[in-house]
């Protein structure tokens, strides 16, 4: 079993500093709650691109090259889509 430290030595390997993984998050988070359609989003569509902010971050800070990232954003995407069109 892996120890915490070695997961996170790890996954600074593709996420990039933590610290600066956050603050391009809540950058990113910030504008988008200042936009007049913020409101006008689901609960789901908020918390989708509140996860697509948060893996664009770890792109940007980390890894681009680290295919999961890529994955996941098409992944939240999708959750929204299949939503919208079961109503």
């Known amino acids: 079993m892996a120890t ?3 997961t996170l ?3 600074g390997k593709t996420h990039g500093k933590f ?3 956050a603050n391009a998050e809540q950058e990113l988070r910030d504008w988008l709650r200042e936009q007049e359609g913020w409101e006008q989003l689901s609960a789901s569509q908020r918390c989708a691109l509140d996860m697509i902010v948060h893996k664009m971050a770890r792109i ?3 890894n681009p090259n680290f295919a999961d990232h890529w994955h996941d954003i098409q992944g939240y995407a999708q959750l929204v ?3 919208l069109e079961d109503n």
Do not use: H, L
């Open 4 to 6: 915490v430290t070695a």
């Open 9 to 11: 030595k790890q996954r």
């Open 19 to 21: 610290s600066d993984t």
């Open 60 to 62: 940007m800070c980390g």
């Open 81 to 83: 889509e299949q939503e």
